[in-house]
């Protein structure tokens, strides 16, 4: 096998193993963060068992779509959302997870192709109030699910998280718990909501641990990642 093919499967299996010892019954779906990875690697990973790849960048990705017509690949875009770049998102992706004001869920919905199933969507949320990070804060929370919720062309599924970045396990753990607890408040509200997209390579059996059912991983596969050619 290849080093990605060991790599995907020891991750595989460090999903289930934190999923087995979690109290929760979710299934962990993993999606492989393949921003600035070459397209043969991406095949590589395909070819191990890998369909589901998250992108930050929209030129980069689209450049990837393009080469890489012949996989039923499902594309999921994670990175900051401009207002100029919905139409392309809309168009090319089956999952948008960062999604953090109306205006972009807004733009999304009317530019998501009728021919196409409504796009897929998570609100990011900031728990860890950094300026520098993208996401709606808590209190902005519930009005904004609102709203999103009633856009026809997209479906709400759940919340994503980029907590701070810490190697304690315990601030890994607070910061996904707040997660949690925003989730858990909208599934209190009538939200039919099933995911929860928190966890990459450094912290994601913690993330599986507080209930978990997308991790986001991407060095952990394919290793030091490196400086990505171009960005939007």
Sequence with gaps: MTTISNRLQHILATIQSAQTISGYQQQ????????AQSTSAIREAYAAGQTLFGENYLQEALDKQAELTDLPIEWHFIGPIQSNKTQPIAQHFAWVHSIDRLKIAQRLNEARPTDLAPLQVCIQVNVSNESSK???????????????ALLPRLKLRGLMAIPAPTHDSNQQQAQFKQVRQCYDALLAKGFMLDTLSIGMSDDYPVAIAEGATIVRIGSALFGARPAPDMKN
Excluded at 134 to 148: M, Q, R, T, W, Y
């Design 28 to 35: 962990v779906k993993l999606l492989v963060v393949s921003k």
């Design 134 to 148: 993208s996401g709606v804060p808590p209190h902005d929370l519930e009005s904004l699910a609102i709203a999103i």
